[in-house]
């Protein structure tokens, strides 16, 4: 059995649809290679693949575990407003967790001096809940406080909401964010000091018309503007023919059940090799027994003369036998057997 969780991501088309429109803006990854300072990030915190960073035990804070990739290519923000009167912020809006959070006026990182910060004292309506919360990321932990205030998303007023004021902030990929913070999209069981999400207390508060947002992302790269969510139904001119609805199989991410992997066929000197997916996907077992699935396939950067160029690595030479010949100067390759 294997999942996937979709991240990022009945008819109703009217003008009361809420529509968020969503900015494109350079990626920190983008940011950080441009300085020539994602070499040095990736060497520096070992972050081959995606690891979740095991942090100190502290039972009086309580966590949400957060892979720090999924941040590093997010482009697309839009804008959110806190407290009375609105505070603004741009955020990244997120379904792959759960808490809404961005910088206290009390942060002392580096990473929130050029970012927009919230000052309570400067809000009517916040309450201090001051309860304290984390989110781990690959390479650091988020740490800071619940607040609660008014939050507005374009014209949805939502009261009473929690809400994460972060006083440290992870690392230094943060520094080259262009967001603020993060509005997560994902179920109330993941949320880090039992934070209602947002979306939740959206439907909650009856502000939406229909239980559901959707996602449209332009595909055009030189469209800066264009994108958008959609709070309480879906725009049927960003798609053709009908939607195809499938469960959530876990309510935490948005997870759903992925049968339908293709197998890759990689054609060799008029000959085609084919990997099926149980030959290009890896899984490991942390801990606490819960699998977890990646793919053997992994982009690179080689600049010329080597590249462009594809590594045929351990995923495919596990599945066919593979002969080097430096006396005819040629490789030779068969289906391997198990």
């Known amino acids: 059995m294997k999942w996937i969780i979709l991240a990022l991501c009945c008819l109703h088309l009217s003008e009361c649809l809420t529509r968020i429109p969503l900015k494109k803006h350079k990626s920190i990854k983008q940011t950080m290679k441009e300085k020539g300072i994602l070499s040095y990030f990736w060497e520096h915190h070992k972050m081959d693949m995606v690891q979740l960073g095991q942090a100190q035990e502290c039972s009086a804070i309580q966590r949400s575990t957060e892979p720090l990739l999924n941040y590093m290519d997010a482009q697309y923000g839009g804008e959110i407003f806190i407290g009375t009167p609105p505070q603004n912020f741009t955020v990244v809006f997120d379904t792959g967790s759960s808490n809404l959070w961005v910088p206290s006026a009390y942060c002392y990182s580096r990473a929130c001096k050029d970012h927009d910060k919230f000052i309570p004292d400067k809000s ?137 992997m293709p197998d890759v066929t990689f054609t060799i000197g008029g000959v085609e090799y084919v990997l099926p997916p149980q030959a290009y996907t890896l899984q490991e077992q942390d801990e606490w027994g819960r699998v977890y699935c990646s793919s053997g396939f992994q982009g690179m950067d080689l600049p010329p003369p080597a590249g462009p160029l594809w590594i045929l690595g351990d995923v495919f030479i596990g599945y066919y036998y593979a002969v080097f010949d430096r006396g005819n100067n040629r490789v030779g390759l068969a289906k391997s057997i198990p």
């Open 124 to 260: 009517s309506t916040y309450t201090r809940d001051g309860r304290p919360f984390s989110i781990h990321y690959g390479t650091g932990s988020l740490t800071g406080i619940i607040g609660i205030d008014t939050v507005m998303v374009e014209g949805i007023s939502v009261a009473n909401q929690k809400f994460g004021e972060s006083v440290t902030e992870p690392g230094t990929a943060f520094l080259y964010s262009p967001f603020d913070g993060i509005l997560g999209l994902a179920y109330p069981s993941i949320a880090a000091a039992d934070a209602t999400p947002v979306f939740d207390n959206m439907m909650t508060q009856g502000l939406l018309d229909l239980p559901l947002f959707s996602v449209y992302l332009s595909r055009n790269p030189n469209d800066e503007v264009g994108s958008e969510i959609i709070f309480g139904g879906f725009d049927t001119s960003h798609f053709t023919g009908e939607l195809h609805w499938i469960p959530v199989t876990a309510q935490s991410y948005w997870q759903i059940q992925l049968d339908s």
